[in-house]
């Protein structure tokens, strides 16, 4: 997905809290099923405009009622991407 949808307003703070999940690695790996359901799109973290961070990856989701994005560590957006 273009760095340039994952804007200022639609940041939340690194938070999966925003889908009731805290944002740690195993849980992650518990609720991947839904978060990989709710993703619509992902860019290199180094690559945003607002907010750029290396050694991460933006993930944008999508619930119907809510849109936002948040960083994932490359190890916590593997877990994601792992369809085990």
């Not at 307003?9 to 009731?20: I, P, Q, T, V």
């Not at 619509?40 to 961070?53: A, D, M």
Request: hydrophobic share 45%.
């Amino acid at each position: 997905m273009p760095a340039v949808y994952f804007t200022y307003d639609l940041w939340r703070a690194g938070s999966l809290f925003e889908l009731g999940i805290p944002h740690r690695e195993y849980c992650i790996l518990l609720n991947k099923a839904r978060l990989r359901r709710l993703a619509v799109g992902f860019t290199e973290g180094e690559k945003l405009h607002f907010r750029p961070k290396s050694g991460h990856v933006a993930v944008m989701f999508f619930t119907g009622t809510r849109h936002f994005w948040t960083h994932l560590t490359f190890k916590e957006f593997n877990f994601l991407m792992d369809k085990k």
